[in-house]
C-alpha cells in the first residue's frame, strides 16, 4: 500500500483491500503458494475490519471479512436445484474393459465408424467427498447448497463461505489478466473434500478433546464423513475448525453476460475457466483420446492414488465435446456423456474369527484381528492391525463381531470399526472385552507397557523366539544384509530346532544341519549356503540397519555410516558426538547407545565380523559443522536478542532452512514475544516450538 491510499475515499480503500486480500488468499489457498507472509495478510485484514466496521454502509457479504462469524441457525432450508444435480454411472469392473465399454457405448451412440478419429474425453479423479453448488450472481457467491435428492438441497451457505478454498467473489480481468467476463449467473459445481492430513490432524485434536474429558465429541471414521459432518454443522464457526477443500468439476445454471457468453465448446475448456475466475479445478484433469489413454489414465491415477493426500475412489470420464454432450442426452438421472470407472473398494465388511496378540523385533505386542477372508483394495485380507491396546479398547472389536476392514495401498490392513447390528438381538451375546495379556503369548515373559508409551513389549529380548524371528528376517532382508531365500518359514524351523540362537549362528550353519530341515533338499541347502555366503560381502549402513537398532531406519544408518566413516567410531561415540550426525536426536543417540553399551550386543557384532562379514569403511565426514541439516525452522514474534535476519543467518550457518510458512514439514518454530497465527498452526500440527535459548544451544 502506498502513502496516497489515505487520500483515497474509503470505499475505494475498501475495494482496494478486499481485492488484495483475495489475491493474497487465493495464492495461500487455492494455489498453495503464499505471496506473503501471514502477517502481511493479518496486517490488511484487520485494516479492513477496522473501516468496515466505522463505514458499516460499505459493508458487503462478499468481504473476505464475513467468511466467519455467522450466526447458529435452527435448520437447514431446502432449496430446488434451478437444474437437477445429477448423478453418474458407476462403472465396478476394475478392469480395462470399464473404460472400454464406455468409449464402445459412446461410439456407437454417436454414430462413428471404426475408422472415425477417436473420441476425445476428459479424465478426472472422483474425489470422495460431497456435491455441492455454488450460485454466484453478478460475480458474488449467493447461495450454497447441497445434492440432497438431486431435485431439491439443503442450503449450507453460512457454512460453505468459511472455506478459504471457495472464492467469495470471483476473479475478474485485471492488472493485464484476460478473463472471460463473468456470467450474470454462474452455477459452479464441485467436491467439498477433506485432505488426509488435515483430517488426521482434526482427528488428533478429537482425541485430545475427548481425553480432556470433553463430551459429544467424536473420532471421525473417514475424511468423507468427516466433511460431510462439517457441512451439515447448524454453527458455522463448528465448520470453520474442520479444514475442508474444494475442487470444481461441472456446472449448473449459467446465464450469459452482458456482453454474452462465455460460450465454452468443451468440458476442458470450461473448467480452464473456471480456474481463471479462482476456483481450484484438480491439477490431475486431463484429456484422453480414446480407450486406450482412458485405460492408461485409469492406471495411471491407480498407481498415484495412495500418495495423492485425498481420497478418491476411481475416476470419471466426460465427453470433451459439448454440443455431443448435448447430443448424448441423458437417461434418467444419469449423462450418458460421462461414467465412473471405481477403483477396487478400499473398505468391506467381515467378521472377527479370533484376536491374536503378535509379538514383533523389538518385542512389541500388536493385538491383530484374524478375520473371514475378504477381497478389499485389490488383494484378499485375512489379518488386520488393531494397533495397540487403547486402539483395540475403543474400537471395542470382539471376536464374532462384524467390522469395516480398510486396506489402503500398501498399508497393512486395519480394522476402522465394529459394525452394530440394525435390530441388536437380546440372544445374541457378544464376545468378551479384548485385553491385552500382561505376559508374552511367546515366551511368557512379562510384558510391561511403559509409562507415556502405547505399546505393551515383551521383557524377553533374544531369549523370546518370537523376537528372535524377526531379529534373524530383519538381518537377512533385501534392504540388509540380503540373505536370498531365507524367509520366515525357514527361520521358524531354524530357530524353533535351536539351530539358531543369536545372529552369528546363522553363519554356522552347515550342510547337513539345514538338509535335514523340512521341505529342504540338498540342492536347496547348498543354495542357502551360497546365499549366506554372498551376504557376507555388505556395506556398512546395510549392516548398520540389519542389527535393528530401535529407531535406527535406513537412512540413519546411511547418515551414521556417512557421518562416521567406521563402525569402531559409531560404536563409541557419546550420545553429543551421534547427535551431530543429520536427522539424529537425543532419542536415537540415546538408543544407539544403549545399544552398544549391551556386551552381548557388541559381542554379536564381533562374532558376526569374526564369521566373515565385511564391508569396505570409509572416510568420516570431516566438516561435522551442520548440527541443523535438514531441518526447516520457521520464526515467529520478535526474538529477545536476534532481529529476524540474524535468526535466518545463524540457523543457516548450521545447515538450517528458513521458510515463512508452518506445515507438516516444519522441524521447530522458533517463536518469541507476539507470535501470531504461526504459533497456533505450529501447536495445531504438533510442530515443536522452541525460543531463541534453545534455538541457540542447538546450534
Ligand atoms: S460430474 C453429470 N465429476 O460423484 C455428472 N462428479 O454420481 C455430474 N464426483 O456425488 C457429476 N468426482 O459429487 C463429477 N470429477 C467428478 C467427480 C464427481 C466426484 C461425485 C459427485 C457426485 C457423484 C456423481
New binding site residues.
Given amino acids: 500500500m502506498n502513502e496516497s491510499i489515505f487520500d483515497t475515499p474509503v470505499s475505494i480503500q475498501i475495494a482496494q483491500l478486499r481485492q488484495t486480500l483475495n489475491a493474497y488468499a487465493h495464492r495461500y489457498y487455492v494455489q498453495d503458494d503464499p505471496s506473503v507472509p501471514d502477517a502481511e495478510y493479518d496486517r490488511l485484514f484487520a485494516q479492513l475490519q477496522a473501516l468496515e466496521n466505522s463505514h458499516l454502509e460499505f459493508l458487503t457479504p462478499d468481504s473476505p471479512t464475513q467468511r466467519v462469524g455467522g450466526k447458529a441457525i435452527d435448520q437447514f432450508s431446502s432449496v430446488r436445484h434451478a437444474l437437477p444435480?445429477?448423478?453418474?454411472r458407476t462403472e465396478t469392473d476394475t478392469s480395462a474393459a470399464g473404460a472400454e465399454n464406455f468409449d464402445a457405448r459412446i461410439r456407437r451412440e454417436l454414430g462413428l465408424m471404426p475408422i472415425d478419429a477417436a473420441v476425445v474425453y476428459v479424465a478426472?479423479?472422483?474425489?470422495d467427498?460431497?456435491?455441492i453448488n455454488l450460485r454466484y450472481e453478478q460475480g458474488v457467491l449467493v447461495q450454497a447448497t447441497t445434492?440432497g435428492d438431486g431435485e431439491t438441497g439443503e442450503d449450507v451457505t453460512h457454512n460453505i463461505r468459511t472455506i478459504g478454498q471457495i472464492p467469495l467473489r470471483m476473479c475478474e480481468a485485471g492488472q493485464g489478466r484476460a478473463v472471460p467476463p463473468i456470467p450474470h449467473v454462474l452455477e459452479v459445481?464441485g467436491?467439498i473434500y477433506m485432505r488426509r492430513d488435515d483430517f488426521e490432524a482434526l482427528n488428533e485434536r478429537q482425541r485430545q478433546k475427548i481425553a480432556a474429558g470433553a463430551k459429544g465429541e467424536r473420532i471421525f471414521v473417514n475424511p468423507r464423513n468427516a466433511a460431510a459432518g462439517a457441512v451439515r454443522q447448524l454453527d458455522p464457526t463448528l465448520t470453520a475448525q474442520r479444514p475442508l477443500s474444494f475442487f470444481a468439476?461441472?456446472l449448473g445454471e449459467v446465464s450469459p453476460s452482458a456482453e454474452g457468453g462465455p460460450a465454452f465448446e468443451t468440458h476442458f475448456d470450461l473448467l480452464q475457466t473456471l480456474k481463471q475466475w479462482g476456483f481450484p479445478v484438480s491439477a490431475l484433469v486431463n484429456r484422453a483420446c480414446g480407450a486406450t489413454e482412458l485405460v492408461a489414465y485409469y492406471n495411471a491415477i491407480g498407481q498415484q492414488r495412495d500418495g495423492l493426500g485425498f481420497d478418491i475412489d476411481g475416476v470419471?470420464y466426460?465427453v470433451d465435446s459439448l454440443a455431443w454432450q448435448r447430443q448424448l442426452g441423458f437417461v434418467t438421472r444419469e449423462?450418458r456423456w460421462?461414467v465412473?470407472h471405481k477403483f477396487p473398494a478400499e473398505e468391506q465388511l467381515t467378521t472377527v474369527l479370533a484376536i491374536d496378540v503378535q509379538v514383533g523385533r523389538t518385542g512389541k505386542l500388536t493385538p491383530v484381528a484374524k478375520l473371514a477372508p475378504v477381497f478389499v483394495g485389490g488383494v484378499t485380507v485375512t489379518n488386520a492391525t488393531l494397533h495397540n491396546e487403547d486402539e483395540a479398547r475403543r474400537k471395542d472389536v470382539r471376536v464374532g463381531d462384524t467390522v469395516v476392514v480398510r486396506r489402503a495401498g500398501d498399508v497393512i490392513p486395519e480394522v476402522v470399526r465394529v459394525v452394530m447390528p440394525v435390530e441388536p438381538s437380546p440372544h445374541l451375546e457378544r464376545g468378551v472385552v479384548f485385553g491385552m495379556p500382561h505376559v508374552c503369548p511367546v515366551c511368557a515373559s512379562v510384558a510391561v507397557r511403559e509409562q507415556g508409551e502405547a505399546d505393551y513389549r515383551c521383557t524377553g529380548g533374544l531369549f523370546c523366539s518370537a523376537q528372535r524371528k524377526q531379529a534373524i528376517l530383519h538381518f537377512a532382508q533385501r534392504r540388509a544384509v540380503e540373505v536370498e531365500g531365507l524367509g520366515d518359514k525357514l527361520v521358524d524351523q531354524l530357530v524353533d530346532d535351536g539351530l539358531i540362537q543369536t545372529l552369528p549362528d546363522l553363519y554356522r550353519l552347515d550342510q547337513t544341519a539345514l538338509a535335514n530341515l523340512d521341505r529342504m533338499a540338498d540342492k536347496s541347502a547348498l543354495n542357502m549356503l551360497e546365499a549366506l555366503q554372498k551376504s557376507k560381502q555388505t556395506t556398512l549402513p546395510r549392516f548398520l540397519f540389519g542389527l535393528g537398532i530401535r529407531h535406527v531406519g535406513e537412512a540413519t544408518a546411511k547418515e551414521l555410516a556417512r557421518h562416521f566413516g567406521h563402525l569402531d567410531a559409531i560404536m563409541a561415540a557419546t550420545e553429543e558426538q551421534l547427535q551431530k550426525v543429520a536427522d539424529i536426536g537425543p532419542i536415537v543417540a540415546k538408543s544407539l547407545r544403549t545399544f552398544f553399551d549391551q556386551p552381548h550386543n557388541c559381542e554379536v557384532v564381533a562374532q558376526l565380523r569374526a564369521c566373515g562379514i565385511t564391508w569396505s569403511e570409509g572416510e568420516p565426514l570431516l566438516q561435522a559443522l551442520t548440527p541443523l541439516s535438514g531441518k526447516t525452522f520457521v520464526l515467529t514474534g520478535t526474538l529477545p536478542t536476534l532481529d529476524r535476519e540474524e535468526a535466518k543467518a545463524l540457523i543457516e550457518s548450521a545447515g538450517g532452512k528458513v521458510s515463512s510458512s508452518v506445515s507438516k514439514k516444519t522441524s521447530f518454530v522458533v517463536a518469541g514475544t507476539e507470535a501470531g497465527s504461526k504459533l497456533d498452526k505450529a501447536l495445531s500440527l504438533g510442530v515443536p516450538v522452541i525460543d531463541e535459548a534453545t534455538l541457540k544451544a542447538m546450534v
Wanted: without cysteine; hydrophobic residues 45%.
Fill in positions: 444435480m445429477l448423478s453418474i478426472e479423479p472422483k474425489f467427498g460431497l456435491a445434492r459445481r467436491e468439476y461441472g470419471v466426460k449423462p460421462a465412473a
